[in-house]
Nanobody
Framework: VQLQASGGGSVQAGGSLKLSCTAA????????MGWFRQSPGREREFIAA????????VYAEPVKGRFTISRDNSKLAVHLQMNDLRPDDTAVYYC?????????????WGQGTLVTVSS
């Protein structure tokens, strides 16, 4: 498995969850790692990414101010702290490595992890 994700679960609205993803290797020297999500009937959407080299971050508008992405280069791990969760955050979350800064080209995917937010 190239990317191993963990940390999904169920929470009530306003609660928090933390997702983690560990990579077996870097995909490319100018890459980033981050998260997408997909809910039923909707296309997969970009959520957040962090550049492996300089730590710069990019967020989608719906999660700005609520989600925080961070990296641990020594472990090739990325974490997504999700606060103030809302029912429309319910989705399967996928980690991915791809082109910096916003994963517009992806090189590898992890398995999905389900996040369910109840009202």
């Amino acid at each position: 498995v190239q990317l191993q994700a963990s940390g999904g679960g169920s929470v009530q609205a306003g609660g928090s969850l933390k997702l983690s993803c560990t990579a077996a290797r870097r995909a490319h020297r100018n890459d980033a790692m981050g998260w997408f999500r997909q809910s039923p009937g909707r296309e997969r959407e970009f959520i957040a990414a962090v550049d492996w080299n300089d730590g710069s971050t990019v967020y989608a508008e719906p999660v700005k101010g609520r989600f925080t992405i961070s990296r641990d280069n020594s472990k090739l791990a990325v974490h997504l702290q999700m606060n103030d969760l809302r029912p429309d955050d319910t989705a399967v979350y996928y980690c991915a490595q791809g082109r910096a800064p916003n994963l517009d080209r992806t090189y590898m995917w992890g398995q999905g992890t389900l996040v369910t937010v109840s009202s």
